[in-house]
């Protein structure tokens, strides 16, 4: 059984958006025991699709391939609007009109639909963010907004899921999208070797900050780099900011803006995460009890646990842990078809 995975391109597309998709569904790794994606180039306009570049790509499949599609990606991209904002925005969406209506006929069936950044433009105009929650690159996220004031822009976030709607920021946020649908499909064992393989991270959250006020330090000094792993490798205990500011040999206040600046969230935003991420990793890996897999990631309960994990996995510890034990959920996966088709 193999996931059709179907890549729509629109004229003036972005390359490294592309490459992202094509690098994390598009190469085979079953050698490492992970499954076979088939992925579709689709022009959104008849014809080879032209890049900024000065190059043009030829898509080999037509749009009646978004027809057959388990999930569908919008690249970056479009009439000049590109994500560093070196052209100008158009208005209109070109000559995509028969792709808008297969974009919404994907969306009616429940089939996931993605953009990459400005791709977000491309689901805008197909009605799909009305009413949703979604994001782009923050210099385009007041421009997304102009032009569909009903969607919901937060121009701060990675990415957005809203299904069957998922939209990310730009550039290096596509990975992390690409990766989290890759968890929703197949599960966190999966998205963790492909981010493997692409020495990536392998899980961002999608609330977290586009950019940060201070991503390089200045130097080593400047760094909280230190009780940032020091702090990972000790969850269980209690960390208030007063502690965690003598560690660092700065007073409290300067320690809480300077690792907001090196994170984009404040110190117990982050430690929170941290704690979540660690519960997941156990849950996937061991039988240990909710109970104690709290304890030892350093919730006070169960119950504190499972309102964190929720909010930020929107599963419980324990659903998740049975997703992750099930087999590969057939619903998303389709059988691909021959040459002809």
Known sequence: MVLRIAVLLPAQTETFELGVACEVFGVDRRDDGLPLYRLDLVAAEPGPVSTRYGYSIPAAHDLDVLDRAGLIIVNAGGNGL????????????????????????AARRGIPVASLCTGAFILGAAGLLDERRCTTHWRHAAELQRRFPRARVDPSVLYVEDPPVFTSAGTAASIDLCLHLVRQLDGPRVANGIARRMVVPPHREGGQAQFVNQPLPAGSGDSLSAVREWMRAHLAEDHSVAALAQRARLSPRTFA??????????????????????????LESSTQPIERIASLVGFSSAASLRAHFLRLRQVTPLEYRRMFAAPRDAAHALVAPGPGG
Do not use: N
């Open 82 to 105: 590109h994500p560093d904002g070196s052209t100008s925005v158009s208005e209109e969406p070109g000559g995509l009109g028969p792709a808008l209506e297969a974009l919404r006929r």
């Open 257 to 282: 803006r300077r690792f907001v600046d090196e994170t984009g969230v404040p110190p117990h935003r982050w430690l929170t995460d941290q704690r979540v991420l660690a519960a997941q990793h156990l």
